[in-house]
């Protein structure tokens, strides 16, 4: 008796993402390259719109007395916050270097001032400016906001605020999109088999796996599990 000719090889789960966890996919501008992150891009990807732009900034100061410069930087990031907050959704501010914590003015404190290395009496906080993406095609509007809202924080002292490296962007619960990649990879498994003739199908590996991610083209992110397929004679 024949087999079902697609089947699903069980490995062992990965944990899940909590829900509406925030995802920062670095590389935006290389499209389809997943080098800077050593991660290699299969063959079967879900490329979408992100759903922010994210640049990194920082507030630096360099007035002379410690606790009065600590204190202008932290005054310039109070009235960033407050700036962000008028603007609702378009704008926000968060920190984290792989998953984004939104700060506000409850938390934005708990941001270290740090020494700079490089510069003698001068202090700076980084942090991450973020806008939504409509689509992929908003991308350049997306960074003249963001450039608009760096200059409009007023400079408190010495601290001034800038915009430092390329942007990121981000995606929202990546995993909500599982099943829209099972059913691209599962497509084209189907669609492989076939081409061998109608005594072969697939089986399949890797799609109980979590969603990874990586960047795509300018303002898209590559959705993605680490599946594997093999093509071969239906059981008899």
């Known amino acids: 008796m024949k087999t079902a000719y697609l089947a699903l090889a069980l490995l062992a789960a990965t944990p899940a993402l909590a829900q509406n966890e925030e995802i920062i996919v670095t590389g935006s501008r290389r499209a389809g390259s997943l080098q800077a992150q050593e991660v290699q891009l299969p063959a079967i990807t879900l490329r979408r719109a992100a759903d922010f732009l994210v640049q990194p900034v920082r507030i630096s100061g360099d007035t002379r007395d410690p606790d009065k410069r600590k204190a202008e930087i932290y005054a310039m990031l109070a009235a960033a916050v407050a700036l962000a907050e008028k603007r609702g959704a378009s704008i926000q501010l968060g920190t984290g270097s792989s998953r984004l914590t939104i700060i506000d003015k409850g938390n934005y404190r708990s941001l ?38 760096i200059k409009s924080v007023p400079a408190n002292g010495r601290a001034e605020l800038e915009a430092t490296g390329d942007p990121s962007l981000s995606v929202v619960n990546p995993s ?14 189907k669609a492989t088999a076939a081409r061998m003739g109608p005594d072969y199908g697939a089986y399949l590996q890797g799609l109980d796996r979590q969603v990874q991610w990586g960047p795509g083209a300018p303002g898209e992110v590559a959705l993605f599990l680490p599946y594997v397929y093999q093509i071969s004679p239906r059981p008899r």
């Open 112 to 149: 270290p001032v740090s020494d700079d290395d490089d510069r003698d009496d001068t202090g700076e906080v980084s942090f991450l400016i973020k806008t939504p993406l409509a689509n992929a095609a908003d991308f350049a509007a997306a960074e003249a906001r963001i450039a608009a809202f």
């Open 176 to 189: 909500q999109y599982r099943a829209a990649i099972i059913d691209l990879i599962t497509a084209d498994a």
